[in-house]
């Protein structure tokens, strides 16, 4: 038993060494790219749900969208101020409501199909269409109408919004409007209605002309990419990257091992003190900004938070630095509700400054009386604990005089109540649909999430007046006219824009990490 | 064992048991945590609430023996101040079963009949849920706070003690001392109070005491959920809930966890040894082993 005949242990051995051979010469002659035969590992938290553009809209699915599509118009790196072109060029009609695409060159889908207007108005329509997450993007945010998309030539196409919309060129770049193989889709069940039935094909199979594509595709545990050999652009540095699905924890002790290159989802903890050797912690301000709202109805108010003065004494009760600390090194204070990264930020605003002195004048008619602060308890800003920010403020403003009651709950309920414009005072962030100010202007009174705090138009006539002036700006006024409307609201308003949270990429030997409020990471500029 | 003299086991069952040193190391440990609970206002440890973000996340040093938690409050302060929400809470809870639960077995087991099947059936539609998913459910409905999560414990306390009791009131209708105090012209809840009770409220403390515990862990597990104690309120619950968001940071959740197991065996070890010295089924075992 323990003895194989003589004659079969030869022929065992010659035909493993046959075996051999052959699968040596065969990954020799698939191995021909010999750069790119490198694996890239990235450790991220997954919210994944699906890889079709028009239906993804998790920052996962960013991730790998951004990989394998390319977008009319792009961002350089992390500056998302000024769209660059892509696919296409673009051109604003003087009234800012119409943008004209114009077709940048050759660009090759993975299929071998080139890239047509037809296929960015096809890939369009289809967002609009299936009404998935990411349509709002294509649509008028206040009036819902979808854009007009229309072909004009083989080589340029317009949308058009039925409202002044300065912000459509910072709307392109979003990996959700990612241009798809329109030839190759209608043969597996694509359309550009509630009936497409691409999904699974997508999810699978991929068809865009980005630097990678699919290689296999799960939800849950990791998506695996190849480079898309047709891809126009500098080839990627890697041959096969794998983005994995790792809890924060974990993800440490993997860039620390060596087993992943890029840690997406450490936090301010988590990175103290892990950048050493050819570790690297790449720190930006993350573009949801955190802040606190002080409800102006009267009926809600309890005749505190509707005070111009109690506003004021709140503003200067709060200890910034102190949230910026809970918060975790690299976080800052924006300057008004717009973050720090978009166009027309402000940097800093006199109202929003720690002054202890200024806040017990102005809060010495409320000595004793008492609010309630509602926070999310099952959310948080960017890994920062909302309980954390509450009881911060909790103690600032005890200091000042003023009792707060804590409440507690669960997102989806203050939600309902917030929305609803039922809650006294409270915490929450804003996460941006897209990096233009315009889209902050909902903070205006009489706007959505000015309702939701009871501010409306006729209390602040001003802010009214600054946000009108704002809409109306073009061209390089804009920023000032941003910037002069959060002056106004600082003055006056129902929100106190608080922390704009740091997001932490750790790497282990790579470089190129760029994080991109929009896309987290372009895992094709990683070297 | 069955020839030791009735009288001599009878003489000797209190000290035995409560000599034992598990029932001395909890009794020394509980003392521990009442006076801690007392002199909290009067230690001048630094205030439970008091922050400092400059030295958040600090592991234990002189200047702070447990550490610092997130907002950089002293983890010792909150640990020892943690005691006053955990004890009294859990007198009230323990007492207030008790009574609401002896009562309702009480009344079920004397009376008998359709207030039996009445009461009984409400304790089995509540032993049909798991107590803390149950409790999860009311507390969340009443809203987060330590009173209301009080209130959800109750709930789903009572039904064990009711069982217990109407079990013993069954036992103990039929006696004839029972029958013949009824003969002698008592009403049901004379003879309930006056010849039941007393004869069946040792096995009901022992019950309690061994309730102590688990009273303490539900209400731990509910702040932990987020159910029970709102912030700042320092409870331990709370705190391990919080020390396990900041896993690299052990000590936010290792003391206060190790509060709640110091208090929960002491609980168990005296209700442990409670159990011995009252229960006359198991009292000559526990005399055998400790002559």
């Known amino acids: ?527 | 064992m069955t020839a030791l003299p009735a009288v001599r086991r009878r003489s000797l069952r209190l000290p035995v048991a409560w000599r034992r040193p598990a029932a001395i190391g909890g009794a020394v440990v509980l003392l521990a945590w009442i006076v801690i609970a007392l002199l909290d206002p009067v230690i001048g440890l630094q205030g439970p609430l008091q922050r400092d973000v400059e030295v958040a996340l600090q592991a234990p040093s002189a200047a702070h023996p447990f550490g610092t938690d997130e907002l950089g409050r002293d983890v010792l302060a909150r640990t020892l101040w943690g005691v006053q929400a955990s004890l009294p809470l859990a007198v009230v809870l323990v007492a207030g079963s008790l009574v609401i639960g002896s009562l309702l077995g009480a009344v079920a087991g004397y009376l008998g009949g359709v207030v039996d099947e009445v009461i009984m059936r409400i304790a089995d539609l509540v032993f049909a849920f798991p107590t803390i998913i149950l409790a999860m459910v009311v507390a969340a409905a009443l809203g987060p706070s330590l009173a209301n999560a009080v209130v959800a414990l109750l709930i789903v306390s009572w039904p064990n003690y009711a069982r217990v009791m109407r079990a013993l009131v069954l036992g103990a209708r039929g006696q004839e001392y029972v029958v013949a105090g009824r003969l002698l012209g008592a009403g049901p809840f004379t003879s309930l109070r006056r010849d039941v009770l007393p004869n069946v409220s040792a096995p009901m403390l022992v019950l309690a005491m061994l309730d102590f515990g688990n009273q303490i862990l539900l209400l731990a597990g509910l702040s932990f959920l987020g159910l029970g104690a709102v912030p700042p309120t320092p409870e331990w619950g709370s705190m391990v809930a919080d020390g396990v968001e900041q896993f690299s940071s052990w000590w936010l959740a290792t003391f206060p966890g190790l509060a709640i197991f110091s208090v929960v065996v002491a609980f168990n070890l005296i209700g442990d040894s409670l159990r011995d010295a009252l229960d006359p089924r198991i009292a000559g075992a526990v005399q055998g082993s400790s002559l």
């Open chain 1, 1 to 527: 038993m323990n003895h194989l005949p003589a004659r079969l242990t030869a022929m065992t051995a010659t035909a493993a060494a046959v075996a051999l051979i052959v699968t040596g010469c065969s990954s020799s002659s698939g191995g021909g790219q010999s750069t790119s035969s490198k694996t890239l590992v990235v450790d991220n938290a997954f919210d994944l749900k699906t890889s079709d553009p028009a239906r993804a809209f998790e920052l996962t699915g960013s991730i790998v969208d951004k990989a394998i599509y390319e977008t009319a118009l792009t961002f350089n790196g992390s500056d998302v101020t000024k769209p660059v072109p892509q696919l296409t060029t673009y051109t604003m009609s003087d009234d800012e409501k119409t943008i004209t695409l114009t077709l940048n060159g050759k660009h090759v889908f993975s299929s071998g199909n080139p890239v047509t207007i037809d296929d960015i108005v096809w890939s369009y329509k289809r967002v609009q269409g299936i009404a998935g997450n990411p349509s709002f993007l294509l649509s008028n945010l206040s009036t819902g109408k979808p854009f007009a998309i229309t072909k004009t030539s083989d080589t340029t196409m317009t949308i058009t919004d039925t409202q002044p919309n300065p912000a459509l060129p910072t709307i392109l770049p979003n990996p959700s409007l990612g241009v798809l193989d329109s030839k190759t889709l209608e043969g597996h069940g694509g359309t550009t209605g509630k009936d497409d039935g691409a999904e699974s094909y997508l999810n699978a199979t991929s068809a865009g002309s980005g630097p990678y594509q699919l290689s296999s595709y799960n939800v849950s545990s990791k998506v695996v990419f190849k480079p898309n050999p047709k891809y126009v652009g500098d080839k990627p540095a890697y041959g096969r990257v794998v983005l994995q699905n790792v809890k924060g924890p974990s993800q440490k002790i993997d860039v620390q091992g060596g087993s992943a290159q890029l840690a997406l989802n450490l936090n301010s903890q988590q990175v103290n003190g892990l950048a050493s050797g050819s570790i690297k912690v790449v720190k930006t301000p993350s573009a949801n900004v955190g802040y606190l709202w002080l409800n102006q109805n009267a009926g809600v108010s309890g005749g505190l938070t509707n005070q111009p003065d109690f506003v004021k004494g709140v503003r200067h009760a709060i200890d910034y630095k102190a949230i910026q600390t809970i918060a975790g090194s690299g976080s800052t204070q924006p300057g008004g509700i717009v973050p720090s990264q978009f166009l027309g930020s402000l940097e800093s605003d006199e109202n929003n400054t720690t002054d202890a002195a200024a806040a017990k004048s102005d809060l010495a008619k409320y000595q004793g009386r008492s609010i309630t602060l509602s926070y999310p308890t099952d959310a948080a800003l960017d890994g920062v604990s909302f309980a954390d920010m509450a009881q911060s403020v909790q103690s600032d403003l005890e200091g000042a005089g003023v009792k707060v009651k804590l409440n507690g709950l669960p997102i989806a309920t203050l939600l309902d109540s917030f929305r609803a414009g039922k809650l006294q005072a409270g915490l929450m962030y804003w996460g941006p649909d897209f990096p233009d100010p315009s889209d902050y202007l909902t903070f205006s009174p009489g706007e959505g999430l000015g309702l939701r705090a009871g501010w409306t138009k006729d209390m602040a006539p001003e802010v009214t007046k600054a946000k009108e002036a704002a809409i109306a700006a073009q061209g390089d006024a804009r920023a000032a006219a941003y910037q002069a409307w959060q002056k106004a609201a600082n003055a006056d308003g129902a929100f106190v824009p608080l922390v704009q949270a740091a997001k932490y990429a750790v790497t282990n030997g790579v470089s190129g990490v760029t994080q991109n409020a929009i896309w987290t990471v372009d895992l094709a500029t990683i070297e």
